[in-house]
């Protein structure tokens, strides 16, 4: 989940979240600053505001066909 941020993280989805889903929820692997250095995750890497997010990437197992790439909704303006 590549994030508005310029960081992403690496994860596995816990639940079959849609596209309108305000917050996702990951079981988080590895964490990315934008600068490229990682860190391990902590708790709270695993509740992710679906305004933060830039791009989700779905991976699939070897072998099978590949999965879409979709982009979020335009990012909300005003007051967080």
């Known amino acids: 989940m ?15 979240t849609g596209s309108n889903e305000r917050v996702l929820l990951l079981d988080p ?10 860190r391990p995750p902590r708790a709270v ?4 505001p679906a305004c933060d997010t830039e791009r989700i990437e779905v991976l ?15 990012r909300a303006t005003g007051v967080r």
């Open 2 to 16: 590549h994030l508005s941020t310029g960081g992403w993280v690496e994860g596995h989805r816990r639940s079959s």
């Open 29 to 38: 692997v590895t964490v990315h600053h934008p600068d490229g250095g990682a």
């Open 45 to 48: 890497d695993g509740f992710v």
């Open 60 to 74: 699939t197992a070897p072998g099978a066909a590949p999965a879409p790439r979709f982009n979020r909704c335009p």
